[in-house]
C-alpha cells in the first residue's frame, strides 16, 4: 500500500511536470563567413508572463539530413545567457551545394521536445579593393556553388567596427547581370594603423543564409592613441593629480592651517601665561 | 560705578530656561527624534525613501545645506568685517553672529552626510579623495571654516568666562573653559594677535567655503548652474540670509531674555540698512543670473527658466524673489520698516525666501538636463519631497536651533567684558567688588 501511494505521487508529479514544460521557439541562420568559417547560428526563446525571454544553458543537437531523410548527428551545442548558440561546421559538412540542417531540442526537464530544419544552398562571395582614378572602391561577386552568376541579390557594404559596423554608401546594392556590384569609398575613415576592414554582405537570405566576404584594406587614417592613462589630468586617479593642483591648494591649505595651528598654540600660552594683572 | 558693573554682569550673564525655554528644547528634541526615526528609515531603507531618482539625484538635502552654508557665512560679516573696520556699535550682536555660524556650519555638515546613501562609506571620501574634485575641496573648506568658527567663537569668550567664574562659583566648567584668564597684560597681548589673526584669517575661509559650495554645482554642466557668475551670486546670497538670521535671533533673544538695554533700536536700524545694501547687492547678482540666459534662451536654457517664470515653479521664484528681496529692501528704506517687529517679520520672510531660493537653485535645474529625460516612469520626472526627508530637513533645522539655545543658556548672549569697556566698567577695584 506505501508503495503504491509512492509510485501514485510520482506518477502525479511526473505528470505535473510534462504538463508545466515551456515551448521553446527556435530561430536558425546559418552563416558563411568566405574563406574562414561557416557556423550556425542558433537564437532560442519562450513566451512567459514577462514576454519572450531567453532559453538559457539548454543543450540543441545538430544533424544533417541526407538523401532519404536519413539524419547524422554533427554535434551539439549549448546556448548562453542571451538565449544564443553558434554551431561551427567542419569543411566536409559545409560542402554540398544543397544541404539541410535539423536542430533538435530533446529530452529537456524545462522544455517540450522540439526541431526547426533549415535549407541552404552554396553561395560563393568575392570581394577586392580596387583604385580607379584616384578612387577606392569596392567590387563584389556573388556566384552559386556551379560558378553562375546570381543577379538581383541585395548585398550590403558595411566596415566593421567595435559595437556595430557602419554601413558604406546606400543601405544596399542589387546584383547586376553578373552578379557583382562596384562601391565607391568616398570618405576617409580612421582605423588602427590605416588598416580598415570591409564586408560585403548578402544578409539573411532564405536560399543561402547569410554569406559574407571580408576585404582588408590599408587605406584609413592611421589612428593616433590620444590616451591620458599616464598623464596628469583633471579625471586621472589621485596619484596621477595634475602637478598644479598638488602645488597650490595644499599652499593655500597651509597657509590657512599654519595659523590655526598658531592660534591654537595660543590658547595654551594663554593657559599658561603668569597671572600677573594690569 | 560698582553697582552699574554689577547690574550689567547680572543682566548679561547666562540664565536658567524659564517653562518658556524648557518647552522650546522639548520641541526641538521633538522634532529632531522625529527625524532620527526617519534617518533610522533612510540608513535601513536607503535613500528609497527619499523622492530622489535618476535626474533628481538632489533634494532638500542638498538645497538645505547650501541654507546652512549660507547662514554660516554670517559670522564672519558681523564679527571679523565689522571688527576690522572699528564699528563698535555691533559689539552686542557678535556673539549672536558666531553662535549662528557655528550652528549652522555643524549642522551643514551633518545635512551633507544625510545626503550619503552609505554613510558608512565616508571614509572612502577622504582615502580616495581626488584633489581635482570641487567636493574634496569642499570637504577641506568646511572642516576648516568649523575649526575656525569655534575659535572665534571661544576666544572672545575667555574674558567672559572669567567673570563668570567667579559669578557663578560653584561651575567648574566655567573655571575650566576659561583657560585661567586674569586679565594679565601677556594674556591680553596674546588674545588680541589671535582675534586679530582670527578676524583676518576668517574672512578669506568664509568667502572660500560658499564659492566652493557654488562650484559644486557651477563645474557640472547643466541649466541654470552653467555659469561663472555663481561663487559671488552664492556669496552675496549668503550675507542676505545669514543677516536675515542674525535679526531674527537677535530679536528673539532680546525679547526672550529682555535685553532691550543691550541690543536697542538702533541696532536693528543699522542691522536693516546693512540688510538693504545685502539684499541689493543680491539683487543685482540675480538679475545678471537670470537676464542673460534669458537674452540668449538656448533651447535647454529657456525651458528651464521658463518652469522658473511661468512653469511649476513660478509662485516659488516670484515669491522668494519678490517676498524675500524687493519688498524687505522697500519697507527697510523707511526708518519705520526697520523697528524691532518689522525687522523681525523681514528678517523671517528673508530667511525663508533665503532657503526656498536654494530649493529653486538645485531641484528645476536637476529637472531640466541637457539630453530630453526618457525610459522613466512619469513620477520621476518631477521631485517632491517625501515626508521622511521633509522630517530629517526639519530635524537639522531644529538641531541647528537648539545648538543655537544649549549655547545662550550657558554662555553669555552679549559679550560682558567688551561692553563693559565700552561703557567705563572696566575699573579693577569694580571688577572685583561686583564678582
Known amino acids: 500500500m506505501k508503495y503504491f501511494i509512492i509510485l501514485t505521487l510520482l506518477f502525479i508529479a511526473t505528470g505535473a511536470n510534462s504538463q508545466d514544460k515551456k515551448k521553446a ?37 545538430v544533424y544533417q539530413k541526407f538523401a532519404e531523410d536519413s539524419l547524422v ?105 553578373d552578379g557583382s556590384i562596384i562601391v565607391p569609398i568616398e570618405e576617409t575613415m580612421p582605423g588602427i594603423d590605416g588598416n580598415l576592414t570591409f564586408e560585403v554582405v548578402l544578409n539573411e537570405s532564405d536560399d543561402y543564409g547569410t554569406i559574407k566576404a571580408l576585404v582588408n584594406a590599408p587605406i584609413g587614417t592611421p589612428v593616433v592613441d590620444q590616451s591620458t ?14 602637478y598644479y593642483l598638488l602645488i ?26 603668569k597671572p600677573n594683572k594690569l | 560705578m560698582n553697582a552699574a558693573y554689577n547690574q550689567l554682569v547680572k543682566d548679561l550673564a547666562p540664565k536658567k530656561f524659564s517653562w518658556r525655554g524648557n518647552a522650546w528644547v522639548a520641541f526641538l528634541v521633538l522634532i529632531i527624534l522625529i527625524g532620527l526615526y526617519s534617518y533610522v528609515q533612510q540608513l535601513r531603507q536607503g535613500l528609497v525613501i527619499t523622492d530622489m531618482r535618476d535626474y533628481a539625484l538632489w533634494g532638500i538635502y542638498i538645497s538645505n545645506f547650501v541654507f546652512f552654508i549660507a547662514v554660516s557665512l554670517v559670522g564672519s560679516l558681523i564679527t571679523a568685517i565689522l571688527r576690522l573696520s572699528g564699528v563698535h556699535w555691533s559689539t552686542p550682536l557678535t556673539r549672536i553672529a558666531e553662535i549662528i555660524a557655528v550652528a549652522a556650519i555643524i549642522m551643514a555638515g551633518i545635512a551633507i552626510i544625510i545626503d550619503m546613501g552609505r554613510p558608512d562609506r565616508m571614509m572612502f571620501l577622504f582615502v580616495h579623495g581626488r584633489l581635482q574634485s570641487p567636493i574634496v575641496w569642499d570637504v577641506v573648506v568646511i572642516s576648516t571654516y568649523l575649526l575656525i568658527s569655534l575659535l572665534f567663537l571661544y576666544y572672545p569668550l575667555l574674558p567672559d568666562l572669567s567673570i563668570l567664574k567667579k559669578y557663578v562659583p560653584t561651575s567648574k566648567w566655567y573655571s575650566k573653559l576659561s583657560l585661567n584668564w586674569t586679565g594679565s597684560e601677556k594674556q591680553i597681548k596674546i588674545y588680541s594677535k589671535s582675534i586679530t589673526v582670527l578676524s583676518v584669517l576668517i574672512i578669506p575661509v568664509a568667502f572660500a567655503i560658499h564659492t566652493v559650495t557654488a562650484w559644486l554645482f557651477e563645474t557640472t554642466y547643466r541649466p541654470g548652474w552653467d555659469s561663472t557668475n555663481f561663487g559671488p551670486y552664492f556669496v552675496a546670497g549668503a550675507f542676505v540670509a545669514g543677516t536675515g538670521a ?61 518652469s522658473l517664470f511661468l512653469g511649476e515653479y513660478a509662485w516659488l521664484f516670484w515669491a522668494a524673489i519678490v517676498g524675500g528681496l524687493v519688498l524687505p529692501v522697500i519697507v527697510l528704506l523707511f526708518p519705520k520698516g526697520r523697528k524691532p517687529l518689522p525687522m523681525l517679520i523681514i528678517s523671517f520672510a528673508i530667511v525663508l525666501g533665503a532657503w526656498w531660493k536654494r530649493y529653486l537653485i538645485v531641484i528645476p535645474t536637476l529637472s531640466h538636463p541637457f539630453l530630453p529625460i526618457e525610459g522613466v516612469p512619469e513620477s520621476w520626472r518631477h521631485y517632491s519631497p517625501t515626508w521622511m526627508e521633509w522630517s530629517i530637513t526639519a530635524a537639522t533645522l531644529a538641531g541647528a536651533l537648539l ?11 552679549v559679550p560682558i567684558q567688551e561692553t563693559a569697556e565700552e561703557r567705563g566698567l572696566t575699573d579693577e577695584h569694580t571688577l572685583n567688588n561686583a564678582l
Open chain 1, 25 to 61: 521557439r527556435l530561430s536558425v541562420q546559418y552563416v558563411n563567413v568566405m574563406n574562414t568559417e561557416a557556423y550556425l547560428s542558433l537564437s532560442a526563446k519562450y513566451k512567459s508572463g514577462n514576454g519572450f525571454e531567453p532559453v538559457t544553458d539548454v543543450e540543441f543537437h
Open chain 1, 73 to 177: 548527428q554533427l554535434g551539439s551545442t549549448t546556448t548562453n545567457e542571451t538565449g544564443r548558440a553558434k554551431f561551427v561546421l567542419s569543411k566536409e559538412q559545409d560542402s554540398p551545394d544543397l544541404k539541410t540542417f535539423v536542430i533538435k531540442l530533446e529530452n529537456d526537464l524545462k522544455f517540450s521536445d522540439s526541431e526547426s530544419e533549415l535549407t541552404i544552398r552554396k553561395a560563393i562571395l568575392t570581394a577586392t579593393l580596387e583604385t580607379v582614378d584616384s578612387l577606392n572602391q569596392i567590387s563584389a561577386t556573388l556566384a552559386d556553388g556551379a560558378g553562375q552568376a546570381l543577379p538581383g541579390q541585395s548585398l550590403r557594404v558595411q566596415l566593421q567596427r567595435m559595437y556595430a559596423p557602419l554601413i558604406i554608401g546606400e543601405e544596399s546594392y542589387e546584383t547586376g547581370d
Open chain 1, 229 to 242: 592613462f599616464d598623464k596628469r589630468t583633471m579625471w586621472s586617479p589621485p596619484s596621477k593629480t595634475p
Open chain 1, 248 to 273: 597650490f591648494p595644499n599652499l593655500i591649505i597651509l597657509g590657512v592651517w599654519i595659523p590655526i595651528l598658531f592660534l591654537i598654540i595660543n590658547l595654551f600660552r594663554i593657559l599658561n601665561a
Open chain 2, 246 to 306: 542674525v535679526v531674527v535671533v537677535m530679536y528673539v533673544l532680546r525679547k526672550a531674555y529682555a535685553l532691550e538695554n543691550y541690543i536697542t533700536d538702533s541696532h536693528f536700524d543699522k542691522m536693516g540698512k546693512i540688510l538693504v545694501m545685502l539684499c541689493l547687492v543680491y539683487l543685482y547678482f540675480n538679475i545678471n543670473e537670470y537676464l542673460m540666459p534669458t537674452y540668449k534662451s538656448t533651447e535647454e536654457e529657456a525651458e528651464h527658466l521658463r
Open chain 2, 403 to 413: 545648538i543655537v539655545t544649549l549655547l545662550v543658556r550657558f554662555f553669555p548672549i
